[in-house]
């Protein structure tokens, strides 16, 4: 009973019509080329328009200023973040995320404006409560001595 066994392989096919995805492994995708495509087979050309996608969305994204620091920073991406939903270019999950963001952002914005009103204000009272929210370390051996020490100078 003498079997042979087929390969699947396309060795017979020109290597241009196959898609020329390589895995992280170093193995290469064997589907047949997706013809608007210049290199690869449909599965890989749709995640590379994907990825591309989420580039320009990216940018797309970006505040009037480049940052987020204002109202009407996040107020503006805010609106091309509906545009996109609408649109049906970025997953809602994705827009609800982006949007808890948003507002945690809007809701840290105040508290950023006290902090740059005490700065503005009086220097030192903005430099005492940022000292009483990061204490500089001190190695245990100061902490231990220094009680010791105050008594020592009173007395």
Known sequence: MDSTK????????????????????????RMFRH???????????????????QEEIGQELESISGQFRTTTDINHVLGKLFN???????PARRAENLTYLAQLLLYSQKHIRYE???ANEDMGAWEETVRAA?????????????????TVKTH
């Open 6 to 29: 087929q390969s699947r392989t396309r060795n017979a096919v020109d290597p241009t019509q196959l898609c020329q995805f390589s895995f992280a492994d170093g193995r290469q995708c």
């Open 35 to 53: 013809q608007p495509h210049a290199s690869f087979c449909l599965v890989h050309a749709r995640e590379e328009q994907q990825l591309l996608a």
């Open 84 to 90: 996109l939903v609408a649109n049906g270019r970025i």
């Open 116 to 118: 740059t009103n005490l």
């Open 134 to 150: 990061y204490p500089s370390p001190q190695s245990e051996e100061e902490q231990e001595t220094e009680p010791e020490e105050e």
